[in-house]
């Protein structure tokens, strides 16, 4: 019954994402590709020509990857609870203040952030602030806010942000604010315009607990993208070599006009692929420590921005999205990959 009750969730999540992607595809293609658990956006993303559909994890899977880490789920899902339970392990933003229905609640002991005058007078103390959708992701809906020269900046441009928070305290939707994380040098010549954020996938095998990477890519914004790297916004997928952590070819999807494939940034021009990720080693194995410190959580997207010394979490994620990343390889033609998915019975196992 209760299997019954959350396929009628993910089909309805299912529906809602698909009635988003505008573009036309040919009646018998989408029919095609929606039989087999695939979003219409999908013949412009997968080389099945090259591959077939059986190496891709589905778009339908891949909703059925929430009950991987099941309740759990909650501890990456809530930025909250995010910060209370990784932040012993990485250097995580810390928690400011959550605005909701009309007030502003401190999450520090150490301020008193009750309106927002003292949230702007904080501001003015520090680097900056970021306010996002208490749960959700993808880069949707995130502002940033600064303090320069006696003047805020709201997302790059030069405002009063009074009106903007006043409309997010009216809202439905629970705001957090938490510290900006500077990136640093590395990260900042990818493309100085946005923060470059990395997202690492652990597994956990299932023979034997220890953690491994399926896949990495950076995140590089562009010019269409700011003020986040978001992909689906025109940001940079670039694939990095789980092995040595050097940068491989990015891709960029434009609706509606097939993937862009390219070595250099549109905006810069400047060359990625080859680049290495500075101390990729440490930083894996810190990660891994820590995957297998919480075996509950057998599933984890890490987001991760780079800094001069070190990196910082900003972000996990329970069900990783997998278009960003199967794009460049799809999951499934890995046995490890695989047998990950048949153990938690998302995919089905081969006789």
């Known amino acids: 019954m209760a299997e019954r009750f959350q396929n009628l969730r993910r089909l309805r999540t299912f529906i809602k994402k698909e009635l988003q992607f505008k573009e036309h595809v040919p009646l018998l293609k989408r029919m095609a590709l929606l039989r087999r658990g695939f979003f219409s956006e999908a013949h412009e993303i997968y080389d099945f020509k090259s591959y ?3 190496a891709f994890l589905t778009d339908w899977q891949r909703l059925r990857t929430r009950k991987i880490n099941g309740a759990f789920g909650l501890f990456l899902d809530d930025k909250i609870l995010f910060e209370k339970v990784f932040g012993h392990h990485f250097s995580v933003p810390k928690n400011v203040c959550l605005m909701d229905r009309g007030g502003i609640y401190p999450l520090e002991s150490g301020h008193s952030v009750k309106s927002i005058s003292a949230l702007l007078d904080y501001i003015s103390d520090i680097n900056g602030l970021v ?9 949707h809906g995130i502002i940033f806010l600064k ?15 009074r009106p903007l928070l006043e409309k997010i305290l009216r809202e439905k939707t ?24 990395l997202r690492i996938v652990t597994m956990l095998d299932p023979d034997n607990g220890k953690a491994f990477i399926p896949s990495t890519v950076q995140r ?13 916004l025109g940001g940079l997928s670039v694939h990095v070599d789980p092995e040595t952590g050097e940068l491989g070819e990015g891709v960029v999807h434009p609706r509606g006009k097939g993937l862009m494939w390219m070595q250099h940034h549109p905006d810069t021009k400047e060359r990625f692929t080859g680049r290495k990720i500075p101390d990729w080693d440490k930083m894996v194995e810190k990660i891994f420590r ?12 890490w ?21 960003l990343l199967q794009v460049h390889k799809p ?15 998302i995919v089905e196992k081969r006789d």
């Open 290 to 301: 820590t995957a297998e410190a919480h075996p509950y959580l057998p599933y984890v997207g």
């Open 220 to 232: 590089i914004g562009t010019k269409a993208s700011e003020p986040t790297d978001n992909c689906e």
């Open 52 to 54: 077939g559909y059986q």
């Open 331 to 345: 999951f499934l033609t890995d046995p490890r990959i695989r047998r990950f998915y048949e153990a938690y019975g």
């Open 147 to 161: 303090h320069e020269d006696k003047t805020f900046i709201v997302n790059g441009e030069k405002k009063d942000p």
């Open 174 to 197: 629970p705001y957090l604010a938490t510290d900006f994380i500077a990136q640093g040098s590395f990260a900042s010549s990818l493309y100085s315009g946005t923060v470059n954020t």
């Open 131 to 139: 306010l996002k959708p208490l749960r959700g992701g993808g880069g």
């Open 303 to 323: 987001d991760i921005v780079l800094g001069e010394e070190g990196f910082s979490v900003i972000e996990g994620n329970s069900y990783t999205g997998v278009d």
